[in-house]
């Protein structure tokens, strides 16, 4: 298998390596990848679950009686900081975790942090099902967050450094595609939970720990990447493992010698890569990994992975309906997730993002228009039928592409841009950055709707627009760009090339 190719290679077997797709490499990857599972598991259920009368009737009595009332504000019926904490406590403690991630992976290497990151997550699984109290509830979603947060570390990297460079970009994609896999896998569940009766909602958390035993387990199987290998001093393992997914046919000690020399040069530069990264020469690197992801979260994709059932629920769809309508949202998701993986290496990582900007900015404002008709200020009116299923199209338009642009990217361009002797301090970061958003939006969205009615909508185009305008202007082109080069793109740049140094001058000062 690990010679096995399904790529074409040229004569120069270096040139090859480059762009030999081995089956090995493929069935790594995704293991790896399946971190995403956990993940889109995790940010599906947790809409479904708050939508569940037995679940809201245990941990949250106050909505049942919101929705009781005879004419409810339809923009306040879910605003509870209690009911918010279940959703955001996981981010809170994702944030701390992929932070600490960063150094543990230096010892244990990446294999090592997705390992540790499965079975903490397991445990937090547990304890939300058996969960009494809310207390007990919140502690598990703790849980979960701390493993989210090394596997979300760890993944993304993993694969980046073990994809062929020309598809590199198809590779981490991936990540993106089981992320979604596991939302579309999660409004499911749901669905069949709805239907169980009072402890349908332990089923909903239950179901967690597939994911995670299928990527717990595949990591004991994997090698770790031949870059954390030789970080940690392990040749002729990093030789293996380099061999192992590049084939047989292929110079792979050109490309190890490469590393050994790239990773020297990291050595003596610093051994402490969070002070390092915020040196001057690493601003472009310090920037994108901590804007990137806090954008991601701007795009206002919180709203559909979320709370897409507790939004469809406050515009008068039944609890069968909210669920069935997340399902098709994620199914959307999911399926553009392949649009990404076809597109980012051939059409590159900045059309995909300024496209998808226009697109969303355009589909927030229409929303805006359509729930200031139906609901007005008050938020009293009824949705009418047809509106309901225009916001449900314009959810899906939003949500394809996303799929195909911040999704992905958010995973792909942080991970790639840093330098070797600050990747787990860039790839920390950038977690960290996306879940700090992520926290602050998941437990303020709904006070936000309650209080901003349809502005809500307007709030997240506006914030679509600065992003795009930012990725036009400062992110440049990465599409098949070694690693060990990508640092001239930031030279070439109009803006970054003051920040930076010259490369070749760069690293021939490190090797001194």
């Not at 002070?275 to 990137?292: D, E, N, Q």
């Not at 437990?443 to 600065?466: E, P, T």
């Amino acid at each position: 298998m690990a010679g096995g190719t399904f790529a074409t290679q040229g004569s120069d077997p270096r040139h090859a390596a480059e762009g030999a797709i081995t089956g090995s490499v493929v069935i790594i990857c995704i293991v790896a990848a399946s971190a995403g599972l956990i993940f889109g598991y995790d940010v599906g259920i947790s809409g479904g679950v708050t939508a569940m009368p037995p679940f809201l009737e245990k941990f949250f009595p106050s909505i049942p009686k919101k929705m009781a009332e005879a004419k409810p504000n339809q923009y306040c019926i879910f605003d509870s900081q209690a009911l918010t904490a279940f959703t955001s406590s996981l981010y809170i403690s994702g944030l701390v975790s992929s932070l600490i991630a960063g150094r543990v992976s230096t010892t244990t290497g990446r294999r090592g942090i997705l390992i540790i990151g499965g079975i903490v997550f397991m445990i937090g699984t547990i304890l939300g099902v058996v969960a009494v109290n809310l207390a007990m509830l919140i502690l598990g979603r703790l849980l979960l967050g701390f493993g989210v947060g090394f596997t979300n570390q760890a993944a993304p990297i993993y694969v980046t450094e073990m994809a062929p460079p020309k598809w590199r970009g198809a590779f981490t994609t991936a990540f993106q595609s089981f992320l979604s896999g596991g939302v579309l896998f999660a409004t499911i569940i749901n669905w069949f939970a709805s239907k169980m009766g009072e402890n349908g909602w332990r089923f909903s958390l239950g179901c967690a720990g597939i994911p995670a035993i299928i990527m717990t387990v595949g990591a004991f199987f994997i090698p770790d990447t031949p870059s954390s290998l030789i970080q940690r001093g392990q040749l002729q393992k990093a030789r293996q493992s380099l061999n192992q997914v590049r084939g047989v046919d292929s110079d792979t000690e050109a490309e190890l010698n490469d590393l050994i020399n790239y990773h020297e040069a990291a050595k003596a530069a610093t051994k402490q890569p969070y002070k390092t990264i915020f040196r001057r020469k690493y601003r472009p690197h310090l920037v994108m990994t901590a804007a990137i992801p806090a954008f991601q979260q701007l795009t206002g994709i919180n709203i559909v992975a979320f709370y897409a059932p507790v939004l469809f629920r406050s515009i008068g769809l039944s609890l069968s309906g909210s669920l069935i309508g997340a399902i098709i949202l994620g199914f959307i998701n999911f399926s553009s997730a392949f649009v990404s993986a076809y597109s980012v290496d051939r059409f590159g990582r900045r059309l995909l993002f300024l496209e998808a900007g226009v697109q969303t900015i355009l589909c927030q404002l229409v929303l805006a228009y359509i729930f200031s008709a139906e609901l007005g200020t008050a938020g009293t009116s009824s949705f009418s039928k047809g509106s309901a299923v225009l916001v449900l199209v314009l959810l899906c338009i939003t949500s394809a592409g996303f799929g195909w642009s911040w999704g992905p990217l958010t995973w792909i361009v942080p991970s790639e841009i840093s330098p070797l002797e600050v990747r787990p301090a860039g790839q920390g970061i950038c977690i960290a950055s996306n879940f700090l958003f992520t926290f602050i939006l998941s437990q303020a969205f709904l006070s936000i709707l309650c209080k901003m009615k349809y502005g809500v909508f307007l709030f997240y185009a506006g914030w679509v627009l600065i992003m795009t305008v930012f990725v036009g202007l400062f992110l440049p082109e990465t599409k098949g760009i070694p690693l060990q080069e990508m640092d001239k793109i930031w030279q070439d740049h109009w803006f970054w090339y003051r920040f930076v140094e010259d490369p070749s001058t760069d690293y021939a000062n490190m090797i001194e």
